[in-house]
């Protein structure tokens, strides 16, 4: 099997219709976007570190709302439109990434993750059941979904933040791979994800123990990230350091 592969950031400008973004910075990364006025971004409100005078900013509307509720999620989003300049950053180290969806496609991520996406991006909250939450409990927990809509007239994005060095992993139709839980970022729509018990015993001491693993099967891609850290505790006065917070 072909190893996951080192992402690497580009810090060239990029763009997709409405937006020209660029991605600044190597310990707390920054995403710049420039906006032309066609075409909005929406975003957490805590994650916006700077914009332009010219750039308003309004509420952003949501899908899912009572779901949204019931999982204890945001039921507001923000939305940066206009023309102008406007930054996002995690306040945390890690890397920034954008994932380019063509009209029609998804991608799953990892709950409060990502940074901010384009915005004819739809974005409803997924619930994954039968998958032991080792953080907090419980055989379910919430995703967050996005796809560019199939009547979608161009090219959208969502750009996400992966704490530590984010790796991804193409994998084939019917190959998986089995990542630590608090270790996976992203997942194309078509990759499964299961849970697998791996049971552990030893002569010395009596019983036995599992390692719990998330096992994820292709056709698709799936990012890894190099720490795990949850959002909720990254506040500026408690801001992780690349030795802390792994769940390993």
Not at 134 to 163: R, T
Request: glycine share 12%; hydrophobic share 40%; charged share 20%.
């Amino acid at each position: 099997m072909a190893t996951p592969k080192l992402l690497t950031t580009s810090p060239e400008t990029d763009r997709v219709p409405g937006v020209i973004y660029r991605i600044e910075g190597e310990i707390g990364p920054v995403l710049h976007c420039r906006l032309d006025g066609s075409l909005g971004v929406f975003f957490e409100h805590h994650i916006l570190l700077w914009k332009s005078l010219e750039v308003q900013i309004n509420v952003h509307p949501m899908q899912g709302a009572i779901r949204r509720f019931i999982a204890g999620m945001q039921l507001i989003m923000s939305e940066a439109r206009g023309i102008g300049d406007i930054a996002f950053s995690r306040d945390a180290p890690g890397q920034i990434f954008p994932v380019h969806l063509p009209p029609g496609s998804g991608v799953i991520v990892r709950e409060h993750q990502w940074l901010a996406a384009t915005s004819q991006i739809t974005f409803t909250p997924h619930r994954q059941r039968g998958i032991t939450n080792m953080l907090f409990g419980g055989n379910s927990f919430w995703l967050d979904y996005f796809e560019n809509p199939p009547d979608a007239k161009s090219e959208g994005i969502v750009w996400v933040h992966g704490f530590g060095n984010v790796f991804t992993k193409d994998l084939q139709e019917g190959e998986s791979i089995d990542i630590e839980p608090g270790g996976w970022l992203f997942m194309d729509e078509k990759v499964t994800m299961k849970e697998k018990l791996v049971g552990l015993r030893t002569g010395l001491v009596a019983g036995k123990d599992n390692l719990i693993l998330n096992r994820f099967t292709g056709p698709g891609r799936v990012g890894i990230q190099s720490i795990y850290y949850h959002p909720a505790h990254a506040t500026k006065d408690n801001i992780p350091s690349l030795t802390e917070g792994a769940d390993s």
